[in-house]
């Protein structure tokens, strides 16, 4: 999952929801010099990309679509699962979408010491510009597939994500939907 993904299961725990996204950025196991609550998000953050990463219809999805989406078919999975999630967020979330989105923003507090300069600007980029708002349209996962795209250090396809996602739609679907509700499980989500 990608950053909608991860927000939704912090649990409707606002510092654990930007701690969670953090945990893209930390590289290594030893997490010692990070306050308890950001090692949580850190944990939490790789858990979740764990469990995608090794769920049997997750992995069949994705080599599914590797040959159209060589070297990046699980990155676009998480793309187009964050679409899916947004595009059907009443069926997950009883906080209407753009209300959730503004509560997350709005708790967001930076300035603290441990959060790498990058973090801070991919962060206020997304408030900024506000990304994760545009997930339910097509028009925002094809931007989500290109930048991405551009941020990769190597050749890719993912550019051309949306055009997969429509052709494999009706297979992607059922795939979401059951690894959510796996995921909800996995994570004690009551939302």
Not at 46 to 73: A, G, M, Y
Not at 105 to 121: C, L, P, R, V
Not at 175 to 184: G, P, R, S
Request: glycine letters at 4%; one cysteine or more.
């Amino acid at each position: 999952m990608n950053f909608l993904g991860h927000i939704y299961f912090s649990n409707n725990d606002k510092k654990l929801m930007l701690n969670n996204l953090f945990g893209d950025f930390v590289k290594g196991k030893d997490l010692s010099l990070y306050p308890d609550e950001v090692q949580k998000g850190i944990l939490l953050h790789r858990k979740i990309d764990d469990f995608i990463d090794h769920h049997p219809k997750v992995l069949e999805l994705t080599h599914k679509l590797f040959d159209d989406l060589p070297k990046v078919s699980a990155v676009a999975i998480d793309l187009f699962f964050d679409h899916l999630l947004a595009k059907n967020w009443s069926r997950f979330h009883k906080t209407e979408f753009n209300v959730f989105l503004n509560e997350f923003y709005e708790s967001i507090i930076t300035d603290k010491k441990y959060y790498s300069e990058e973090f801070k600007f991919v962060i206020s980029k997304l408030i900024e510009l506000n990304w994760i708002s545009y997930y339910p349209t097509l028009n925002g996962l094809e931007k989500a597939c290109q930048g991405v795209s551009k941020r990769l250090s190597f050749e890719n396809k993912l550019k051309f994500g949306k055009e997969v996602f429509l052709k494999f739609e009706n297979e992607i679907e059922p795939v979401f939907f059951e690894y959510m509700e796996d995921a909800k499980v996995k994570f004690n989500i009551q939302h």
